[in-house]
Every structure is written in C-alpha cells, then in structure tokens.
C-alpha cells in the first residue's frame, strides 16, 4: 500500500493549492505536481492511445482508464494523495470530483491537463512502459528496507525510475522553478544546491564584497533580494521541524509576544499561521528568534552563520539577508518561500546531477528525488548551479545603483563565486555527509543515464 499522507505539512501545502484554485472541482497546478515526488501518485486516465500520441504522458505516470476509474479508492484508500492528468483536465476534473465523492480526501485534477504541463516546459514520454505499471506495482520505497549503505546498483534504479526524475527546461527554472537545498528530506523532485536559493543569494553577495571590496549594507541587501525576486522569481528557503520545535518554544516563552493569546504548542498550523502574519509590533522580537541559529534548520545557513571563517560569508551579512527574507515574506512577498522539511538528516550518499552536454538556456534538466526507496540522499547539480552564477553576474552587472561593479570586476566575480560554491560545498559536505559515498548521476539525453561511483566524502 502506498505510504499515507502523516504530516500537517503536507496537508497545508495541498489545501493551500486547492484554495488557490478558485474552483469546486478539485485542480492542482502544474508546478505544484512537477516538484512532488513520492509524495504523491500521478495517475494518467486518457484512452491508451493518446499515451503514447504527440502529447505522451508525464513520466512516471500510472495509467488507469477513465472507465475503471474506481479501483483508484479500491486500491489506494482514502488518504493516498491522487493527481489524475487528462488533455485538458476536463476529464480529469470530473474524475476526481467523483473519487472525492467516495471518500478520498486528496484527490484532484492536473490544471490545464497535458496541455498545461507541456506549455509550462517540462517533458513527456511516449514510451509504452506505463502500461506495465499498475496500482498494485510496488514503488522501490514498498520493497522493504535497504540492508547495508547505498551501493551503485541502488542509484542506477532511482535515477533510472521515471517517476523520480522530472524533466524541466533551464530557461523555466530560472525564472519559475527554484532552487532548493541538497537536503535528502525534501521529497520533491529538486535542483539541489547547499542552501539553497539562499544559499546561492549569499555566497553571491559575499562574493560581490570580497570583488568590489565593499560592505552592503542592510538596506542595500534588501533592495538586492527584491530585484532578485523581480528578476528571477520564486526564492527557496527551508528549516527543519527539529528547528521549527526549538523556535516555537522560545517564541512561547517571549512576554512580549504574549499581548495575544498565542497558539499552542502543539497547534503547528496555528504557530505557522502566526509567522506567516505577524503583526507589525511583534516582528522585532519575531527576528531576534528566527536569526538564532539554533532556529535556523538549514545546515548550511547555519554554519554560515557560525562557521564565518570556513564560509567566507560575513555573519552580519547572513543577519542582513535574514532580516531582509523576513520582512519581504511579511510585507507580502509572495516569490519567498519558506518550507519545514520534516525528521533528521538520515542520507546515506551523495549525489551529483550532472547533463552530457553543454547547457544552454533551453536545455532540459533532470530534476531529481532525494528518496531512494526507503532512503535520503543529498542531491547536488553543480552545472545548473553554475550556469545561475553566470546569470548572476549579469543581473548585479544591470544593477550599478546598488553594486558598483567595474568592467574588470566581471571575470573575477564570476571565478570567485565558484571558488566559494566549491569551498562551502566541500564545509558542508564534511559537516553533514562525511564517510558517505558519493556518486555522480551523468543524464546523456532521454532515458540514458550513467553512474559513477566518485569515492567518499
């Protein structure tokens, strides 16, 4: 059976969706799907022909036909997260309208079906292997525990499984996609990079110090986040619920928070409610909590914080932008987001996402799981990353009111923000990975895909 929906997390995010969409039947957008990995199952109801027409399928799509519609709840249950895909989402729509009305209570349709996903950048397949997969086919996490670290032929399978690779155009996600942390508990579909986007925000403008030989100022970092947002679009940051737990009780126990009466400590919807809103009188106080590092639960961020001379990143600049994703987040910034991955770290590799050729900024990019089976990995894509920094250059180039960036600074920042990338990478890697394996995933067009094994941390 497939795993059931366990965390409020989860729950918020999908009714979030559902409000969002405006409408009695139930539609999640295209993104929405695109980033999930195991969290949900993607179900394709056509006719067996359109599966493998010009438009094809998603990859790692089941295939259950309108008609038997209804082996879905027979087969899943009531609380196994469903998107059904159709054309338009038409179909789709009445489908899950009609799975809702037997009881399952994550349930809903593709918004704009195939049509919407294609338009939106990301790649189908035509292959007929959907239609050896059924519902009763055990995903690799349902086989039982992995016994003995990760090996090669683990890797091989994941990478090699197409519901855990999403294919996204470049061009898309740098202006739509985001990039999340190398984190192994994000079960979405990812392009990792320590941090985050912001860990890349921050070693870009450490870099952009270190090159000009200035010190940016809080009001400056602000401005820069804002046109990062403007230009780029969403902005990925993430804690942990171990994090999460320390900062909901130190903000419990602050008197001044404590004009209103406060949610309890158990209440996590009411605590996130709370953040998300806060009013304008509690956010001094609000900001002493969360730039606390022991509140911070992303690693990276906070060995950034604590670890300046590994990091090359000030510690006051890493409060700057902090104070800055905040207030833009509460004055209604709606590109910040700011996501609680659940559990501790328990990954058992390393894994680096490369592609077998030259990126351009339409090339497709694999994003990939964190979830081997039953198992965290930390997934990193170093050429995706680099190519954001090349755009990053361009973007403080364009901004000379704010970064007086000369001519001859060009070349040397961009050197200087990989020799960073590199540097912190390998900090973090050694704080949190070390005596992992490491492996690389080489992707060299459509379903070809090459491991290699690359030692250890």
Request: hydrophobic share 40%; glycine share 8%.
């Amino acid at each position: 059976m497939a795993p059931h929906v366990n965390t409020v997390l989860f729950q918020m995010k999908w009714k979030t969706e559902l409000r969002a969409s405006g409408s009695m039947t139930p539609r999640v957008p295209v993104l929405f799907v695109a980033e999930q990995g195991r969290a949900l199952r993607v179900i394709d109801i056509r006719e067996k022909e359109e599966l493998t027409g010009l438009m094809g399928h998603i990859p790692g799509s089941l295939w259950v036909p309108l008609e038997r519609i209804a082996e879905v709840y027979q087969r899943l249950g009531p609380d196994v997260p469903v998107v059904l895909v159709s054309h338009s989402g038409r179909r789709a729509g009445l489908a899950a309208q009609f799975l809702h009305a037997l009881g399952m209570q994550y349930v809903a349709a593709l918004a704009g079906g195939m049509l919407a996903w294609r338009s939106a950048g990301y790649s189908s397949t035509r292959h007929p292997h959907i239609f050896e997969r059924s519902l009763d086919t055990p995903t690799f996490e349902e086989e039982g525990p992995i016994a003995g670290p990760l090996t090669k032929e683990h890797i091989e399978r994941h990478v090699g499984d197409p519901s855990q690779v999403r294919w996204a155009r470049l061009a898309m996600l740098l202006t739509n996609g985001r990039r999340s942390c190398v984190d192994g508990r994000d079960e979405q579909g990812v392009i990792g990079t320590p941090g985050g986007d912001a860990g890349e925000f921050l070693l870009a403008l450490a870099s952009v110090e270190r090159i000009t030989g200035t010190t940016l100022d809080d009001r400056t970092v602000e401005e820069l986040l804002l046109q990062e947002l403007e230009v780029f679009g969403r902005f990925y940051m993430h804690t942990d619920t171990h994090a999460w737990e320390k900062l909901v009780a130190s903000m419990a126990g602050d008197r001044r928070l404590s004009n209103k009466p406060l949610p309890s400590l158990q209440d996590e919807a009411g605590w996130h409610t709370l953040l998300a809103h806060p009013a304008p009188e509690a956010r001094p106080a609000l900001l002493e909590h969360l730039l606390e590092p022991a509140h911070l639960g992303c690693g990276h961020l906070k060995l950034m914080l604590t670890r300046p001379q590994d990091y090359g990143v000030r510690p006051d600049l890493v409060r700057s932008f902090l104070r800055a994703y905040h207030d833009l987040r509460w004055n209604g910034m709606p590109e910040l987001e700011f996501v609680t991955l659940a559990g501790a770290h328990d990954e058992a590799a390393v894994l680096s996402v490369y592609v077998e050729q030259e990126l351009w900024d339409m090339s497709s990019i694999p994003l990939v799981s964190p979830s081997v089976g039953p198992k965290q990995v930390f997934v990193a894509h170093p050429q995706v990353a680099a190519k954001h920094r090349d755009h990053y250059v361009e973007f403080f180039r364009r901004l000379p009111q704010l970064v007086k960036l000369a001519p001859h600074h060009v070349e040397p920042l961009r050197t200087e923000m990989n020799a960073i990338a590199a540097t912190q990478l390998g900090h973090t890697l050694q704080h949190l990975a070390k005596g992992l394996p490491v492996f690389e995933a080489r992707f060299e067009g459509g379903d070809k895909v090459r491991v290699v094994e690359a030692g250890k941390v």
